[in-house]
């Protein structure tokens, strides 16, 4: 059964910096596109970034620059470095394989930015 776990979240201040992790477990982590989604209350989950098995990345452009996706296969984890935070990038953030795969869904870890 595979399952996700996320963490890293928190209250951060603009300009601010995060790191969240996502480690899988129960799978080969090695197989699966893997990527970073969003959410605010009210509105449809949101893609962030992806990284693919080669390591080849993309972003959301409301993102590119300021996040970066990667991970490490030794340790089934996913990264999210998100840096220069903004007020609109608070959210709950989840990690999932791309496209996603609905019982793959985690509780996600929560992002506040705000001063």
């Known amino acids: 059964q595979v399952q996700l776990v996320e963490s890293g979240g928190g209250l951060v201040q603009p300009g601010g910096s995060l790191r969240l992790s996502c480690v899988v477990s129960?799978?080969?982590?090695?197989?699966?596109?893997m990527a970073w989604y969003r959410q605010t209350p009210g509105k449809q989950r949101e893609w962030v970034a992806t990284?693919?098995?080669?390591?080849?990345?993309n972003y959301v452009d409301s993102v590119k620059g300021r996040f970066t996706i990667s991970r490490d296969n030794a340790k089934n984890t996913v990264y999210l470095q998100m840096n220069s935070l903004k007020p609109e990038d608070t959210a709950v953030y989840y990690c999932?394989?791309?496209?996603?795969?609905?019982?793959?869904w985690g509780q996600g870890t929560q992002v506040t930015v705000s001063s």
């Open positions: 999932n394989s791309r496209p996603p795969v609905e019982k793959f």
């Open positions: 129960g799978s080969r982590f090695t197989i699966f596109t």
């Open positions: 990284i693919a098995r080669d390591n080849s990345t």
